[in-house]
């Protein structure tokens, strides 16, 4: 069994996004029985809040169903129980870093890093723009899929 987090600042945009981008590729590939998908922030700011409408919105022009979610904060539990800590930019990393013990920074990578890319995936909260953030999580969760289902297709 894998076990993959994604990890943004507030877990309203971009990770719930990831979250449900990824939902839909295990399904496709109907390998949901070998993966545990789930989101969280570094930050405490949107702690209940649901996912933002943008993303909501982005993802349903996509046809790919909305994760029901609500965001929270990562937990030290997570990180001991997660494979894949996977980060939507440089500033998520360096927050995670603060708050992980360093025996599991090992689990820390960058999602676009998967696509052989070390560009940040922009925080549509600031910038208005969910088409962008959606198309580098779709890059982004492509290769990761590739990454942990060598032997499967989406």
Same mark, same amino acid.
């Given at each position: 069994? =894998?076990?993959?987090?994604?990890?943004?600042?507030?877990?309203?945009? =971009?990770?719930?996004? /990831? #979250?449900?981008?990824?939902?839909?590729?295990? #399904?496709? $590939?109907?390998?949901? +029985? #070998?993966?545990? &998908?789930?989101?969280?922030?570094?930050? =405490?700011?949107? *702690?209940?809040?649901?996912?933002?409408?943008?993303?909501?919105?982005?993802?349903?022009?996509? @046809?790919?169903?909305?994760? $029901?979610?609500? $965001?929270?904060? *990562?937990?030290?539990?997570? &990180?001991?129980?997660? @494979?894949?800590? *996977?980060?939507?930019? @440089?500033?998520? &990393?360096?927050?995670?870093?603060?708050?992980?013990?360093?025996?599991?920074?090992?689990?820390?990578?960058?999602?676009?890093?998967? /696509?052989?890319? +070390? %560009?940040?995936? $922009?925080?549509?909260?600031?910038?208005?723009?969910?088409?962008?953030?959606?198309?580098?999580?779709?890059?982004?969760?492509?290769?990761?899929?590739? #990454?942990?289902?060598? +032997? %499967?297709?989406?």
């Amino acid at each position: 069994m =894998r076990r993959i987090l994604f990890i943004c600042h507030g877990n309203i945009c =971009r990770s719930t996004m /990831a #979250e449900s981008v990824f939902h839909y590729m295990v #399904e496709k $590939a109907n390998v949901q +029985d #070998e993966v545990i &998908i789930s989101s969280s922030g570094t930050s =405490r700011e949107e *702690i209940g809040n649901p996912v933002h409408y943008g993303t909501v919105d982005v993802l349903n022009k996509h @046809d790919i169903p909305v994760v $029901a979610h609500k $965001a929270k904060q *990562i937990t030290l539990q997570e &990180i001991e129980a997660y @494979d894949f800590l *996977i980060c939507m930019d @440089d500033r998520n &990393i360096t927050n995670l870093k603060r708050i992980a013990p360093s025996k599991y920074h090992y689990k820390i990578s960058k999602l676009l890093s998967y /696509a052989g890319s +070390d %560009r940040n995936i $922009a925080d549509p909260w600031y910038s208005g723009d969910f088409e962008t953030t959606f198309q580098d999580v779709w890059e982004g969760c492509l290769h990761l899929f590739d #990454e942990v289902f060598t +032997d %499967r297709c989406i």
